[in-house]
C-alpha cells in the first residue's frame, strides 16, 4: 500500500466516522435550542420571588404557583403586604382593618406555602407609595422576580390591572409575573393540605 492510498485510506475513515457520529448527535432543532433557552433563562431568573399583595391587589390565587417556583429552584420566597398611607395621616398611624386584613392575606399565604413544602418569609410594610415600596423591597432583597396578582375592583369593571400594577411593571428591574384570575380559575389555588379546607388556604378576597 502506497502512502497516498494509506492517506486516501484514513481520510475515507475519517469521513465515514464523522457521518456516523453527526447521525448519532443530530444538531439541535430550532424547538429544543428554545426549549433549552427558556430552561436557561428560568434558572437565571428564579433566585428570590416576592409575592406582592395590597389592600387593591389580590395575590392569594399565585401563592401556590410561587411555591412550586420556589421549591423547584430552591428559591427564597417572601410575601409583601403594603398598606399605603394617606398623606393625612402619621406614617405609623394605626389601620386597623386594613392590617387585619394584611394578617389573614399573609396567613394564607404560609398555609399554602407550607403545603407545598416551603419555608416562607411575610412583611407587612406601610408607606406612602405602594409602587416605590414594592421596588425598594425589591432591591433590599436582590429579587429576580416579583409575583403580583390583578387588581381587585378591576374584576367586576373588567380591568383587572391598575395604574399600580402598570407602574410597578415598567419600572421593576427584575422580571414581573402578572396574574391575572379567571373567571372560573383555580388551577394556581392547588389542593388544601391534609385536614384542612381550601378556603383555610385562600380565604374570601
Given at each position: 500500500m502506497?502512502l497516498?492510498g494509506?492517506l486516501?485510506?484514513?481520510?475515507?475513515?475519517?469521513?465515514?466516522?464523522?457521518t456516523?457520529?453527526?447521525?448519532?448527535?443530530?444538531?439541535?432543532?430550532?424547538?429544543?435550542?428554545?426549549?433549552k433557552?427558556?430552561?436557561?433563562?428560568?434558572?437565571?431568573?428564579?433566585?428570590?420571588?416576592i409575592?406582592?399583595?395590597?389592600?387593591?391587589?389580590?395575590?392569594?390565587?399565585?401563592?401556590?404557583?410561587a411555591?412550586?417556583?420556589?421549591r423547584?429552584e430552591?428559591s427564597?420566597?417572601?410575601?409583601?403586604?403594603?398598606?399605603?398611607?394617606?398623606?393625612t395621616l402619621?406614617?405609623?398611624?394605626?389601620?386597623?382593618?386594613?392590617e387585619?386584613?394584611?394578617l389573614?392575606?399573609?396567613?394564607a399565604?404560609?398555609?399554602?406555602?407550607?403545603?407545598?413544602?416551603?419555608s416562607?418569609?411575610?412583611?407587612?410594610?406601610?408607606a406612602?407609595?405602594?409602587?416605590?415600596a414594592?421596588l425598594?423591597?425589591?432591591?433590599r432583597?436582590?429579587?429576580?422576580?416579583?409575583?403580583?396578582?390583578?387588581?381587585?375592583?378591576g374584576?367586576y369593571?373588567?380591568?383587572?390591572?391598575?395604574?399600580?400594577?402598570?407602574?410597578?411593571?415598567?419600572?421593576?428591574?427584575?422580571?414581573?409575573l402578572?396574574?391575572?384570575?379567571?373567571?372560573?380559575?383555580?388551577i394556581?389555588?392547588?389542593?388544601?393540605?391534609p385536614?384542612?379546607?381550601?378556603s383555610?388556604?385562600?380565604?374570601?378576597?
Open positions: 502506497t497516498i494509506a486516501a485510506a484514513l481520510v475515507v475513515a475519517i469521513s465515514i466516522g464523522t456516523f457520529w453527526w447521525m448519532l448527535h443530530p444538531p439541535d432543532s430550532f424547538v429544543e435550542r428554545r426549549a433557552e427558556a430552561v436557561s433563562e428560568l434558572e437565571r431568573m428564579v433566585g428570590s420571588i409575592v406582592v399583595f395590597t389592600p387593591e391587589i389580590a395575590s392569594g390565587h399565585m401563592m401556590a404557583l411555591a412550586k417556583l420556589a423547584g430552591r427564597d420566597l417572601l410575601a409583601l403586604y403594603v398598606i399605603e398611607m394617606p398623606y402619621p406614617p405609623d398611624a394605626e389601620m386597623p382593618t386594613e387585619r386584613a394584611a389573614d392575606e399573609l396567613g399565604a404560609e398555609t399554602i406555602a407550607k403545603s407545598n413544602g416551603i416562607i418569609r411575610t412583611e407587612i410594610l406601610k406612602r407609595s405602594t409602587k416605590q414594592v425598594d423591597i425589591a432591591k432583597e436582590r429579587a429576580n422576580l416579583l409575583i403580583v396578582g390583578d387588581h381587585r375592583e374584576r369593571v373588567g380591568a383587572p390591572l391598575s395604574r399600580t400594577i402598570e407602574e410597578i411593571a415598567a419600572d421593576a428591574k427584575c422580571d414581573v402578572i396574574g391575572v384570575e379567571g373567571k372560573h380559575g383555580t394556581l389555588i392547588g389542593e388544601p393540605p385536614g384542612a379546607e381550601a383555610d388556604q385562600v380565604r374570601e378576597r
